[in-house]
């Protein structure tokens, strides 16, 4: 089997901002573009991006999941990164458009097309460190993918890390190359010292997220993750999870959470710890790995919550229940 994101459809859609305006998008083959070696992006990284899905129902209909709140999120990234503003109804269209071009390409699920919304700095000024580009190029690069879980696929092992950060900060919130370029070293070596699939970033004993996911933990009828700040990404697949679970009943605790408390709670034997994130929608963490020692959640694996709440939401996305919330487009 190929690995998440390394299949793409032959074209995706590409606009320009020319410092006034931006120009009507065009279809492009998706395998390369060009850009000038002293593109503002390639220097100081200014670029941010959206990983969203597209999903196959059963009637043959095409739907995308959460588009607007997406955009809104990509928006946001934008005006964060000094980039130019991005328009969201020409955004919408060319996910919409591009989408709709392949539509025959999404798979069925448990696959869907994962959609890849990126915007970058492009001005050809090296001498630019503290000053915005004026131009950029913004593109949506399709990816069918296929079911994130295996058969076989065991609960992860998370490496807490309570001393260095993911990113800057007041950047967390953003999905920019560069925070997870800065996490990478962490990453790396954690999996070789500690046979670890993720770090778990608890900076002063604050528990955050890890390099590409969000973080929840169950606890009986509660669920606890920490509240929205600047410092950790807002995912969108958490507030869909944590919508979902309050509709179930469960009690929701947004609040801070301190690895003390988290240690504590995850050695009750029915405890749950799972990543939430779109790729995966919820996955199952099983081992903690703190100060040299493995701390067992629970009972090691996937939980019946976690499961429970996976497909609640793969049911909405799938078509298999009705679309409450209104998260879904129809293309
Ligand atoms: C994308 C991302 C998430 C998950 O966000 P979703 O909208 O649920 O996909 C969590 N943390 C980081 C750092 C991310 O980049």
């Not at 083959?29 to 959206?50: D, M, N, W």
């Not at 900076?203 to 929205?228: C, H, S, W, Y």
Request: aromatic share 6%; hydrophobic share 40%.
């Amino acid at each position: 089997m190929t690995s998440f994101g390394t299949v793409f459809t032959p074209e995706m859609i590409l606009t320009h901002f020319d410092g006034v305006s931006w120009s009507t998008p065009e279809l492009v083959p998706s395998e390369r573009i060009s850009i000038h070696p002293a593109a503002h992006v390639l220097h100081y990284a200014s670029t941010c991006f959206e990983g969203l899905k597209a999903f196959r129902h059963a009637d043959g209909s095409v739907k995308i999941f959460r588009l607007d709140t997406s955009i809104a999120r990509m928006q946001q990234s934008s005006k964060k990164m000094s980039l130019p503003e991005i328009d969201p109804e020409l955004t919408r269209k060319m996910v919409i458009d591009i989408v709709r071009r392949f539509s025959t390409a999404v798979p069925k699920p448990p696959g869907s097309m994962y959609i890849r919304p990126t915007h970058m700095g492009t001005e050809p000024a090296i001498g630019k460190a503290a000053v915005a580009s004026m131009t950029s190029t913004f593109f949506v690069l399709l990816s069918p993918v296929g079911a994130y879980f295996s058969v076989d696929s065991s609960a992860l092992r998370l490496l807490l890390e309570v001393d260095k950060v993911r990113c800057a900060p007041h950047m967390g919130m953003v999905k920019t190359g560069g925070n997870y370029a800065s996490a990478l070293g962490l990453i790396t070596a954690a999996k070789q010292t500690s046979q670890a699939d993720q770090v778990l970033f608890c900076p002063d004993g604050d528990v955050q997220e890890t390099g590409a996911a969000n973080f929840i933990l169950i606890d009986g009828n509660e669920i606890i993750t920490k509240a929205l700040d600047h410092t950790f990404l807002h995912g969108i697949t958490r507030d869909s999870v944590l919508t979902l679970a309050r509709d179930l009943g469960m009690n929701i605790s947004e609040r801070t959470l301190s690895v003390a408390e988290l240690i504590e709670r995850v050695t009750k034997p029915n405890a749950e710890a799972a990543l939430s994130g779109t790729a995966a929608v919820l996955a199952p963490v099983g081992t903690l790995i703190y100060q040299g020692q493995e701390i067992t959640v629970g009972a090691g694996n996937e939980g019946p919550i976690t499961r429970k709440l996976r497909q609640a939401l793969n049911a909405i996305q799938w078509g298999e229940t009705s679309d409450s919330y209104g998260w879904l487009t129809t293309i």
